[in-house]
């Protein structure tokens, strides 16, 4: 759609400079037909510059994020974290700002790949879960998209093939998720999951049984620099949550993360990230 714009845009545009024919009621249709044209190209650029850093919320060209979370504690006012990691997991990221690869990591020892697929505009069609000690496959992921290049669709299959789940989208004019759908193998409606945003720093989800009876209801917080800082569940405040960042690179992008829980204030996890750049 951006290049037929562009051909369109230029031919109109020579048409008018080059011909002195037009009345004054031709000129000023020419003029509003460029100018529906001009945002038609914009909005979608807008669009298509959207990808997995985007939605990941990292800055810069990203490379590869290597991420590792430890259990912590605090004594005398000092966090210490145990020195053996309880996860680990490292992405990559092609050039062009999509994940091409997830490697998870259990004990130090690398247990599954994550392969992400694309079309030739760009969509991640296909997700292969690999799993690293006999490079047998676990599961596939396959997902549909809109013409915005927006998923609307992710059918889940087990090794053998068969349907696991399915999960439908709904996206809001800013391309912001607003409503997803679980069903089960036989196409039957598990739950359904509503987002509102309020500015964007904050998300308010609602989830909702197959009979449209609320179940639960989560908020999500950020600050100026788009990073998670409250979970908040006011139908079960016990597992609400906070987030502190400690230090950043030369790209703003968060180094270390400690999550607390918010009902005793005590640290709980620490995060650390080891970010690589193009």
Known sequence: MKYESIIIFIYLLFKWLTNKQYSKNNTMRYISILFILLFSMCTSNTKQNKNDLTYKK???????????????????????????????????????????????????????????????IGNNIVIETINESDSSLMSKTINKFNDDKYKIEENNYNAEGVLTYKSLYLYDDEGNIIEENYFDINGLLIEKTTYSYENLNRIREERYNSNGEFISKTEYRYNDKNELIEIIKPNNPIFDLNFTYELHDEHNNWLKKIRYDAHSNHPAYLSEREITYY
């Open 58 to 120: 990292l800055k810069g060209k990203v490379r590869t994020v290597k991420t590792t979370e430890y259990r912590v504690t605090e004594k005398f006012g000092e966090i210490i974290k145990d020195e053996n990691a309880s996860m680990q997991y490292i992405e990559i990221f092609t050039v062009n700002g999509n994940i091409e690869q997830k490697q998870w990591f259990g004990n130090g020892r690398l247990e599954r790949v994550y392969n992400y697929i694309y079309d030739d």
